[in-house]
T-cell receptor
């Protein structure tokens, strides 16, 4: 099992540029989560999907952030335009169902630096 | 709404000493509780979870945690610390199913960074 795959692992961009982060969940998992981790704010849930449908996007900071899940094996998180305060590690996680007892499996993260 | 509080953002213990990381939860319904570990430059991975079976839960790498409803606690312990235990540890909570949606959402604590002194 390859686990949750995220790309790129590192991204350095300039303020104002568009950034797209990608995630492939574990095959067979039907819940997918996007988190952001910073020293100041810790681990924040941005949005999550169930069966490719967004369920809760209340953590998305503002309209510059958008997320899509066009199929069960792929999701993107887009920031347009990017700002220096978006610098963080972004994690994708997946879980096998909708029960609260299910473990979430995390990817290795994408470290984003916006100059 | 559920929440968790982790007391102590940094904990240092000597190699071979007892590890105790504290977590208290708040939940309107009986919770599911989790401990995750994050090693440097990696994602989080599950150490153990409580899902209303035995109140003493054993996890990987010799860690265990005890669910105490009367104290609303789920503290993580390990009898003897090893250098490889140095990492950040997160407590998390989710509610038992009360609706058809949103049950799988986890609320994480702010984390405790564990340092092992040789």
């Amino acid at each position: 099992d390859a686990g949750v795959i995220q790309s790129p692992r590192h991204e350095v961009t300039e303020m104002g540029q568009e950034v797209t982060l990608r995630c492939k969940p574990i095959s067979g998992h039907n819940s997918l989560f996007w988190y952001r981790q910073t020293m100041m704010r810790g681990l924040e849930l941005l949005i999550y999907f169930n069966n490719n449908v967004p369920i809760d996007d209340s953590g998305m900071p503002e309209d510059r952030f958008s997320a899509k899940m066009p199929n069960a094996s792929f999701s993107t998180l887009k920031i347009q335009p990017s700002e220096p305060r978006d610098s963080a590690v972004y994690f994708c996680a997946s879980s096998p169902g909708t029960s609260g007892r299910n473990e979430q499996f995390f990817g290795p993260g994408t470290r984003l630096t916006v100059l | 709404a559920q929440s968790v509080t982790q007391l102590g953002s940094h904990v240092s213990v000597s190699e071979g000493a007892l590890v105790l990381l504290r977590c208290n939860y708040s939940s309107s319904v009986p919770p599911y509780l989790f401990w995750y570990v994050q090693y440097p430059n990696q994602g989080l991975q599950l150490l153990l979870k409580y899902t209303s079976a035995a109140t003493l839960v054993k996890g990987i790498n010799g860690f265990e945690a005890e669910f105490k409803k009367s104290e609303t606690s789920f503290h993580l312990t390990k009898p003897s610390a090893h250098m490889s235990d140095a990492a950040e540890y997160f407590c998390a909570v989710s509610d038992k199913e009360v609706s058809n949606f949103g049950n799988e959402k986890l609320t994480f604590g702010t984390g405790t960074r564990l340092t092992i002194i040789p």
